[in-house]
């Protein structure tokens, strides 16, 4: 018999009112009385914050920047065809 009690309690708190009966108990100044309701308390996180892990996001402009340098660096540079003419010429004169 206990079970039933018990089951049949549970039941019951875990009916969701309806909208009307919520609209009544607030109005009613009831609304303490409204199932899952819980008060937060207003105080801030008096905990020290922790470091930060991730390094910041870089700004549109810092990544075109970064983008532009490594497209520099990693860009094989290509030899000129003027300079590699005349440095033939010149050893065909030699």
Do not use: C, H
């Amino acid at each position: 018999m206990e079970t039933q009690s018990n089951t049949t309690t549970s039941n019951a708190e875990s009916v969701q009112p309806s909208f009307d009966e919520v609209v009544e108990l607030i109005s009613t100044g009831r609304a303490d009385q409204i199932p899952g309701i819980k008060d937060i308390p207003l105080k801030i996180n008096e905990a020290t914050p922790s470091a930060a892990t991730m390094s910041r996001p870089l700004k549109p402009w810092e990544r075109a920047a970064a983008q532009q340098d490594t497209a520099d660096t990693t860009a094989a540079p290509q030899p000129d065809q003027n300079v590699a003419n005349t440095n033939a010429d010149y050893a065909s004169q030699s």
